[in-house]
């Protein structure tokens, strides 16, 4: 019986620890952070998001880009994309982060795209080594709303600190933007 237990006790420890955490949603001195804006943008609303937090608060912005081509009728162009995600497509990025072990938090931005997020987003989760670092997820969509993206995010950022206080908005929808920095820490 003590066996037992002590076996389910490590199994359970050992899962814990390799499982990625989300954090409480305020950010320790979120002013002095050294911060990266990286985002993901196919028809420009997330791009706009992007660009709020960064005028709001500063840091680096840096677009995720690709070569993938995608189909102009936006059904088809839909239909790709979902194929590329059911198959765990992860497209080589044309550009990469300087440095990225300078930056403390990262706001990490995606489409959702078929509920989750773009094999973009997930070729950046892959390219870095994340592990310790405060993401903080900005997520664009058409009405679905947070539906898989952030659960994949923490899913596939290796020893990330998810927050858990994501910025979750229709289109390219900014109002609100303010309050939501403020809460996580960055005040003016
Ligand atoms: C391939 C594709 C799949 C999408 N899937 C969803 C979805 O599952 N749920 C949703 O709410 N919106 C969905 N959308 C809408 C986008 O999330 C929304 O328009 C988003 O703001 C686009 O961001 P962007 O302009 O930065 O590319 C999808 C759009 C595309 C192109």
């Not at 070569?67 to 059904?75: A, F, L, Q, W």
């Amino acid at each position: 019986m003590f066996k037992y237990l002590a076996l389910s006790t490590a199994i359970f420890a050992g899962a814990f620890a390799l499982s990625n955490k989300a954090n409480a949603s305020e950010i320790a001195n979120a002013n002095e952070a050294k911060v990266l804006i990286a985002y993901y943008s196919y028809s420009g609303n997330t791009k706009k998001v992007a660009e709020a937090i960064h005028e709001k608060i500063g840091g680096d912005l840096f677009e995720i880009k690709d070569n993938t081509v995608y189909p102009e009728k936006y059904r088809e162009m839909t239909q790709q994309a979902k194929e590329e995600i059911a198959n765990g497509y992860r497209p080589k990025l044309t550009d990469k982060v300087q440095n990225i072990s300078q930056y403390d938090v990262i706001f990490l931005g995606s489409p959702n795209w078929w509920s989750t997020i773009t094999p973009q987003v997930s070729s950046f989760l892959e390219s870095y080594d994340l592990s310790g670092k405060q993401i903080v997820p900005f997520i664009t969509h058409g009405s679905g709303g947070v539906q898989n993206t952030v659960k994949t995010i923490i899913e596939q950022c290796k020893g990330c600190i998810v927050n858990d206080n994501p910025w979750v908005g229709y289109s390219s929808r900014t109002f609100g933007i303010s309050g939501w920095l403020e809460d996580l820490g960055f005040k003016k």
